[in-house]
């Protein structure tokens, strides 16, 4: 049977003080503190949990858009970014693409706060 694994250790705040050592969180709730070999008290251990809590609302809020966003355009390759387009277009700035955007002669999607511009809509504009 194999040994069990020792929970991992840190250094708590009093300890890192004391050591004139830098203090980083635990990297687990079950660590221990490598000096004193206290477990990390509430406060730390909320610190722990907020963020991993974070970390899985930023998932949730990638696979959201990547669930709201239709199959075309999902293709990197079919939207452009305003310069990328105003490039295309051979306008003389990003500026120029906004007043014909303004003005209803070029379509835009928006993306949260971002405009992307489809390829196929600009390839008619771009002949003229």
Not at 9 to 14: A, D, E, K, L
Not at 93 to 100: E, G, H, I, K, P
Request: net charge positive.
């Amino acid at each position: 049977m194999p040994a069990p694994t020792p929970p991992p250790s840190w250094t708590c705040q009093i300890c890192a003080l004391g050591q004139e050592i830098l203090y980083r969180p635990p990297t687990s709730p079950d660590a221990r503190c490598a000096a004193c070999g206290d477990a990390p008290q509430g406060c730390e251990m909320l610190r722990f949990d907020v963020a991993a809590l974070r970390h899985a609302v930023e998932e949730l809020k990638t696979r959201l858009l990547r669930a709201e966003l239709p199959s075309r355009e999902r293709e990197p390759a079919d939207l452009m970014t305003p310069t990328e387009a105003a490039d295309y277009l051979r306008l003389p700035s990003v500026r120029a693409l906004y007043q014909l955007v303004r003005r209803g002669r070029v379509h835009a999607q928006r993306l949260g706060r971002q405009l992307r511009f489809s390829r196929k809509d600009l390839t008619g504009l771009a002949r003229t």
